[in-house]
Each structure stands twice: as C-alpha cells, then as structure tokens.
C-alpha cells in the first residue's frame, strides 16, 4: 500500500466547497482522476458528547492535476459553520491508483 500526501482548505467563497491537493507520499506525483468515491469526509466533534458528522461529496471538481474541489452535500442537524473536518482520501483502480491512501485535516471558521 501506498502513502499519498493530502492537504485541504476550505473555500471562503463557496459554502460548502473544499479544495484537496492530492499527491504520491513517495514520488510527488499529482494523483488524477479521482471521483466522489475516493473522498470521505467528517466533521469532527466539536463539541462534548458529539461524534463525528459524515457530510457526503455530492461532486468533484479536478483542475489543475490533483487539486480537486469538493462539493459537500448539507450536513444536515448538527453541521457546525465553523469546524474540523476530517479528509480520508483512498486511491482509484481505474486510474492505477487503487492501493494510496492518506488523509489530512482543514479547519473552517466563520
């Protein structure tokens, strides 16, 4: 299995956007292709006795390479404006890609 090197931000612009760069942990390579599938994301317990909130990717912008756009779809009762989220990013086998994994977190404010 192999590592990916994952980092996120969150998109002032948008509501519910999240941008994720996407790259090999061991040769730097940008990973391409990857769709809604390849992309799980949580907002962390924000407060105590919370547990995590899965926010489903509703769809996937990619532009330039390996630098993707995350559309969330609402999370619903108990979804927070200003949060952690937690961003698991797992490979695509049609791309090649099936066995990288990684994960990263992105703070949201505001």
Do not use: C, K
Not at 96 to 110: E, I, K, N, S, V
């Amino acid at each position: 299995m192999a590592g990916l090197n994952v980092s996120a931000a969150i998109a002032r612009t948008a509501t519910n956007v999240v941008v994720v760069s996407v790259s090999g942990a061991n040769d730097g390579v940008p990973r391409t292709g990857l769709g809604p599938e390849s992309f799980v994301v949580h907002q962390v317990a924000d407060a105590p006795g919370s547990g995590p909130l899965h926010l489903p990717v509703s769809q996937v912008i990619e532009g330039p390479s390996g630098v993707y756009s995350l559309s969330l779809a609402p999370g619903g009762e108990g979804a927070s404006a200003a949060a952690v989220l937690s961003i698991v990013v797992s490979g695509s086998t049609e791309t090649g890609w099936g066995d990288d994994r990684g994960q990263t977190l992105a703070t949201a404010t505001g």
